[in-house]
């Protein structure tokens, strides 16, 4: 199978929370899921699905319940039919379309809901046994203005902007997701393990599927991966246990599941991996397979999650149930406000791929600018355009650095570092086991340090590599040095590790929110930015927060002098000089992973899609 395309908003370069499966008693969980307050949905109410955009929520469930959010209010729209509407798909607020029951097709230009298909009726006023009427749940769409509905009995509908039609897929399978993959191609998933792939040419073909699982929902993670979910019923448990698929190039494999996990109904993106919900108001977080239960606080069954614009998500479910995991669900919903001047600042630049783009670095020596990523991906910027060095075979790469001769360290998955001499990658270091390696840093004369989940920190003193005692088993995501015998690593709930040449030792800057990355200019101006737009500066006596204006999550930061950077979700990009931080307009929505800096190419930022964003410093 091709690569896959991939979702708007792919998964992130750094882990947003630790491996709970491992040391899982050791800190209380960090995240707290509460109730929507002001819901007008009764205790009865079932919802569904919702759709998130504009500022705006709209959530359906069962007897034709709508309800909008808005300035603050919910509000129960009119819907034209009293049936159960399973799931909604719109581009904007007022170009909506929802499916249900007996094959109801709805569409919301703003104003009002109408009925565009479905719930035919016979002359005794019955609902008609009928082509028409087969039950709808799922929708998604293109920018083009192409629809895809799936439903009972292999039902894949087409609209092509002005008809309704019915797809071929050569099964009958009750059909409960849909999702595009980019250029016409579509996945679709449903009962007894059917998983359904449209090509370019609109054929559909089954995908075989080790479990006969009955998959209740499909998430893109990138153009390489889509997971699949949901359930089986086993008689000895008396009830439905949860399955967890991930499809790789054409191969869907299981994922493993902590202890006893029940029916999975929905997946959305979230952060840097997705979340899953289902049965008896179960959460888990999804990261590189590994799969932690998160507490929701709730026994009911949550049916649907959607991400919403700043990152959060909305769970929705039996009993009128909205979660959130915001401390602001109102300010959840909405970007902060950019700071432009004018046109953006940014500009986009070619770089020849679409695969994910996980880290940025400027040697200091050539400043020439690197950038890495999946599937052995390094990239060098030569003379305004961007050039592939050879491949570094399938790995997942997260960081490079200096080797103080003119060469390049990369390291990322699977705890290998390799090595490059300007003409050929060789291994230069295996760790032999599945631990990823996400930032690097050396002092340019042959001493490097690596640091990456569990704990994990790794010294090369320019004879052999040796695994350091960190004392902590959290991830370590980034990581930043004056020199050999002064560094900072930093992780987990705001964990900042200090080496100080003989021993690592914690570092307390203030806060609890994860931290993805650290700079400084000197042992008395460094920076450290994580979760929801965490920010602190040290200025060598203490740590301060410092206030960004903004709800995203902050992946990276770089400087030059006085002049900071800093990028992460949502395609935020953040500028710091003489004392303030400003939000600039990048003009990208996706996730920005890294970013380097240096006086002859300017400032660098990657992410998502084999993006790569362009800046010229200030002067």
Same mark, same amino acid.
């Given at each position: 199978?091709?690569?896959?395309?991939?979702?708007?908003?792919?998964?992130?370069?750094?882990?947003?929370?630790?491996?709970?499966?491992?040391?899982?008693?050791?800190?209380?969980?960090?995240?707290?899921?509460?109730?929507?307050?002001?819901?007008?949905?009764?205790?009865?109410?079932?919802?569904?699905?919702?759709?998130?955009?504009?500022?705006?929520?709209?959530?359906?469930?069962?007897?034709?319940?709508?309800?909008?959010?808005?300035?603050?209010?919910?509000?129960?729209?009119?819907?034209?039919?009293?049936?159960?509407?399973?799931?909604?798909?719109?581009?904007?607020?007022?170009?909506?379309?929802?499916?249900?029951?007996?094959?109801?097709?709805?569409?919301?230009?703003?104003?009002?809901?109408?009925?565009?298909?479905?719930?035919?009726?016979?002359?005794?006023?019955?609902?008609?046994?009928?082509?028409?009427?087969?039950?709808?749940?799922?929708?998604?769409?293109?920018?083009?203005?192409?629809?895809?509905?799936?439903?009972?009995?292999?039902?894949?509908?087409?609209?092509?902007?002005?008809?309704?039609?019915?797809?071929?897929?050569g099964s009958e399978a009750h059909l409960r997701?849909?999702?595009?993959?980019?250029?016409?191609?579509?996945?679709?998933a449903g009962g007894d393990g059917t998983v359904?792939?449209?090509?370019?040419?609109?054929?559909?073909?089954?995908?075989?599927?080790?479990?006969?699982?009955?998959?209740?929902?499909?998430?893109?993670?990138?153009?390489?991966?889509?997971?699949?979910?949901?359930?089986?019923?086993?008689?000895?448990?008396?009830?439905?246990?949860?399955?967890?698929?991930?499809?790789?190039?054409?191969?869907?494999?299981?994922?493993?599941?902590?202890?006893?996990?029940?029916?999975?109904?929905?997946?959305?993106?979230?952060?840097?991996?997705?979340?899953?919900?289902?049965?008896?108001?179960?959460?888990?977080?999804?990261?590189?397979?590994?799969?932690?239960?998160?507490?929701?606080?709730?026994?009911?069954?949550?049916?649907?999650?959607?991400?919403?614009?700043?990152?959060?998500?909305?769970?929705?479910?039996?009993?009128?149930?909205?979660?959130?995991?915001?401390?602001?669900?109102?300010?959840?919903?909405?970007?902060?406000?950019?700071?432009?001047?004018?046109?953006?600042?940014?500009?986009?630049?070619?770089?020849?791929?679409?695969?994910?783009?996980?880290?940025?670095?400027?040697?200091?020596?050539?400043?020439?600018?690197?950038?890495?990523?999946?599937?052995?991906?390094?990239?060098?910027?030569?003379?305004?355009?961007?050039?592939?060095?050879?491949?570094?075979?399938?790995?997942?790469?997260?960081? %490079?650095? =200096?080797?103080?001769? +003119?060469?390049?360290? &990369?390291?990322?998955?699977? #705890?290998? @570092?390799? /090595?490059? $001499? !300007? *003409?050929?990658?060789?291994?230069?270091?295996?760790?032999?086991?599945?631990?990823?390696?996400?930032? %690097?840093? =050396?002092?340019?004369? +042959?001493?490097?340090? &690596?640091?990456?989940?569990? #704990?994990? @920190?790794? /010294?090369? $003193? !320019? *004879?052999?590599?040796?695994?350091?005692?960190?004392?902590?088993?959290?991830?370590?995501?980034?990581?930043?040095g004056q020199d050999a015998d002064h560094l900072?690593?930093?992780?987990?709930?705001?964990?900042?590790?200090?080496?100080?040449?003989? *021993?690592?030792?914690?570092?307390?800057?203030?806060?609890?929110?994860?931290?993805?990355?650290?700079?400084?200019?000197?042992?008395?101006?460094?920076?450290?930015?994580?979760?929801?737009?965490?920010?602190?500066?040290?200025?060598?006596?203490?740590?301060?927060?410092?206030?960004?204006?903004?709800?995203?999550?902050?992946?990276?930061?770089?400087?030059?002098?006085?002049?900071?950077?800093?990028?992460?979700?949502?395609?935020?990009?953040?500028?710091?000089?003489?004392?303030?931080?400003?939000?600039?307009?990048?003009?990208?929505?996706?996730?920005?992973?890294?970013?380097?800096?240096?006086?002859?190419?300017?400032?660098?930022?990657?992410?998502?899609?084999?993006?790569?964003?362009?800046?010229?410093?200030?002067?």
């Amino acid at each position: 199978m091709s690569a896959l395309a991939s979702p708007s908003e792919a998964p992130g370069r750094r882990r947003f929370f630790r491996d709970l499966l491992v040391g899982a008693g050791e800190r209380a969980q960090q995240q707290i899921w509460r109730p929507v307050e002001s819901v007008v949905a009764g205790a009865g109410d079932v919802l569904w699905a919702g759709w998130c955009g504009d500022g705006s929520v709209v959530v359906v469930g069962d007897e034709g319940a709508i309800f909008s959010y808005d300035d603050g209010q919910w509000i129960r729209q009119a819907s034209p039919v009293p049936l159960p509407l399973h799931a909604l798909w719109g581009r904007t607020w007022d170009d909506l379309y929802a499916v249900g029951w007996m094959g109801t097709v709805l569409h919301f230009d703003g104003g009002e809901w109408r009925l565009l298909r479905g719930c035919k009726v016979d002359e005794s006023g019955k609902y008609a046994a009928e082509e028409e009427n087969t039950p709808l749940f799922d929708v998604t769409g293109n920018v083009a203005g192409h629809l895809w509905a799936v439903g009972d009995r292999g039902t894949i509908l087409h609209y092509d902007g002005e008809d309704w039609r019915r797809e071929q897929c050569g099964s009958e399978a009750h059909l409960r997701a849909i999702t595009p993959l980019g250029e016409g191609r579509l996945l679709a998933a449903g009962g007894d393990g059917t998983v359904l792939l449209r090509d370019e040419e609109g054929a559909w073909r089954k995908l075989d599927c080790p479990v006969r699982s009955n998959l209740q929902a499909i998430l893109a993670l990138d153009h390489e991966r889509v997971l699949l979910a949901g359930g089986r019923y086993f008689p000895d448990a008396n009830g439905f246990r949860g399955d967890l698929l991930l499809l790789r190039q054409g191969v869907i494999e299981p994922v493993a599941l902590p202890g006893d996990v029940s029916r999975f109904r929905g997946l959305a993106a979230y952060r840097d991996g997705a979340l899953a919900v289902g049965d008896r108001g179960q959460i888990h977080l999804i990261r590189d397979r590994r799969v932690t239960r998160l507490e929701s606080g709730t026994h009911h069954d949550l049916l649907g999650i959607l991400p919403l614009a700043t990152g959060e998500a909305l769970a929705v479910g039996d009993f009128g149930t909205l979660l959130t995991a915001a401390p602001d669900f109102h300010e959840a919903l909405a970007s902060p406000a950019t700071i432009t001047g004018g046109s953006p600042v940014w500009e986009f630049a070619e770089s020849g791929t679409d695969r994910q783009l996980w880290g940025a670095w400027a040697d200091p020596e050539s400043g020439d600018v690197y950038a890495c990523g999946e599937e052995g991906l390094v990239l060098v910027r030569e003379e305004g355009h961007w050039k592939h060095l050879p491949k570094l075979g399938d790995l997942g790469l997260r960081s %490079l650095c =200096s080797d103080g001769a +003119g060469g390049l360290y &990369a390291a990322g998955q699977l #705890g290998e @570092i390799h /090595h490059f $001499d !300007g *003409r050929t990658w060789r291994k230069h270091f295996d760790l032999h086991v599945d631990v990823t390696i996400l930032a %690097l840093w =050396s002092d340019a004369s +042959g001493q490097v340090f &690596a640091v990456g989940d569990e #704990g994990l @920190i790794l /010294h090369w $003193d !320019g *004879r052999e590599w040796e695994r350091m005692t960190s004392g902590t088993k959290s991830a370590l995501y980034g990581l930043w040095g004056q020199d050999a015998d002064h560094l900072l690593a930093v992780g987990d709930f705001g964990m900042i590790l200090r080496w100080n040449g003989k *021993r690592w030792d914690e570092f307390h800057a203030g806060t609890e929110n994860f931290l993805f990355d650290v700079w400084g200019s000197g042992l008395d101006d460094i920076f450290v930015v994580g979760l929801s737009g965490s920010i602190g500066h040290f200025d060598g006596r203490r740590w301060s927060l410092t206030p960004a204006r903004a709800r995203a999550d902050l992946l990276a930061v770089t400087g030059l002098g006085d002049r900071v950077y800093a990028v992460g979700s949502a395609g935020s990009t953040l500028r710091h000089r003489e004392g303030q931080w400003q939000r600039e307009d990048s003009g990208f929505d996706g996730g920005l992973r890294g970013v380097a800096i240096s006086r002859e190419a300017g400032v660098v930022a990657v992410g998502d899609g084999g993006t790569i964003l362009h800046r010229l410093p200030d002067d």
